[in-house]
């Protein structure tokens, strides 16, 4: 090998100097693979670009802030009049009928008056306010409108076996406080048919559940809401 | 200058078997660089000589001439085929080294997933661009260097047989 090696530099030119002349090239060469290499892992940027144009008339779209629900809330109620006097306090036991205004047909709204609380429906939906436990001295302000319990999460009960095998089907009202945060405090069973069978289910079922919390001037406010609840066989 | 900034941004999210890579593909393409300079402007002069130095002699028939001509193709091929073993040794070697750093960007995935949970996708996506990217880079300096192997051995063979049928006996 040496012998070769002299040999090599005594006839012509070094190894090293061809080594040198590969290397130069070899490092242009693998400039250009390397700029391929990226090339190919960044070939998306005009992707991007043409996203963020998109996004940018998305933005200027006016539809979307018409349909805004808060808008049509924020005009409700300027148009009617303020109501009259709210009707003394009564009974639990007699709820009063109001008709529903024509303009909100669907919404089951608890009507709620602040100082004497009056349960406001027949049961069009799930909820109808309770009346507050004790009148509070606050000036008397017009019906709100945008105070309606959602539930955000509801949890189907746990049917109880007994009542499953036996075939028993009932419903039960349950009375319960929505927490600033929407959680659900301190559930009592008003009224059950048929009675103690399925409260306990219906308490731990309705503690499970989430609502959207009531607003008052922006504030999330605790409130007494009830709930019934049904329990049907499913066949 | 930019497209620089580039490739270094390349070689950061490729990790230290990109480097590795990047070292074993340079001197892939050194020496396949050296094999055609020899074989397009050092090798014909060294078949002249070796022509000049074969018909200086008065006898060419006999045994030792024989034994000669014998070492001289010998050694011509040699010089032809120096490097081209470990040529062909790196084209085998790169797609493997690209596997190792396949495994090694999977192996910080799942040390992140271990860590993090399957939450962390910033994390998990370095490892896998580590993975990704240096596969894709042993592939390519591969498959660029492959064409030229092949070619430089087909020449490198058949430039053998045109020293032998140089020597001539007659």
């Not at chain 1, 924020?74 to 529903?100: H, L, N």
């Not at chain 1, 028993?168 to 559930?187: A, H, L, Q, S, Y």
């Amino acid at each position: 090998m040496s012998q070769l090696l002299l040999n090599e530099t005594s006839r012509g030119e070094s190894p090293s100097m061809r080594i040198f002349i590969g290397l130069l090239l070899a490092i242009v060469v693998n400039y250009g693979l390397f700029t391929l290499m990226k090339e190919m892992t960044t070939s998306d940027s005009s992707l991007y670009r043409d996203d963020n144009e998109i996004l940018v008339l998305d933005f200027v779209r006016l539809k979307q802030e018409e349909t805004q629900p808060e808008t049509i809330k924020r005009e409700i109620p300027k148009k009617p009049p303020p109501p009259e006097e709210p009707p003394p306090p009564t009974p639990t036991t007699a709820p009063k009928m109001t008709q529903p205004d024509v303009q909100q047909p669907q919404m089951d709204m608890p009507r709620i008056d602040v100082p004497l609380n009056i349960a406001g429906q027949p049961y069009l939906g799930d909820f109808s306010a309770e009346p507050a436990p004790a009148p509070s001295p606050t000036p008397v302000q017009g019906p709100q409108m945008d105070d309606e319990v959602v539930p955000l999460v509801r949890i189907p009960p746990n049917y109880p076996r007994v009542a499953q095998r036996r075939g028993i089907e009932g419903v039960v009202t349950v009375v319960f406080t929505i927490t600033r945060d929407g959680r659900v405090k301190d559930p009592q069973v008003v009224s059950a048919n048929p009675e103690n069978v399925f409260d306990n289910a219906a308490k731990t079922a309705i503690l499970k559940w989430k609502f959207k919390p009531k607003v008052v001037d922006g504030e999330p406010v605790e409130r007494r809401a009830t709930q019934e609840i049904e329990f049907k066989l499913a066949r | 200058m930019d497209n620089l900034f580039q490739i270094q941004l390349l070689m950061e999210s490729g990790g230290t078997v990109l480097w590795l890579i990047l070292l074993a593909s340079i001197l892939m393409w050194t020496l396949i660089i050296e094999r055609y300079v020899f074989i397009w402007f050092l090798h014909p002069r060294e078949v002249r000589k070796m022509m000049d130095e074969w018909h200086q002699r008065d006898d060419l028939a006999s045994w030792y001439a024989q034994q000669i001509r014998q070492g001289m193709i010998a050694e011509s091929r040699v010089m032809l085929e120096r490097f081209l073993i470990l040529i062909r040794t790196l084209t085998v070697a790169l797609p493997m080294l690209g596997l190792l750093g396949t495994v090694d960007g999977m192996i910080q995935t799942f040390d992140v997933m271990t860590v993090f949970g399957t939450g962390n996708t910033r994390g998990m996506a370095g490892g896998i661009s580590v993975a990704l990217i240096t596969t894709m880079g042993g592939l390519l300096t591969a498959l660029s260097g492959l064409y030229f192997i092949t070619q430089l051995e087909q020449r490198v063979a058949r430039e053998v047989n045109n020293v032998a049928d140089a020597l001539r006996r007659d």
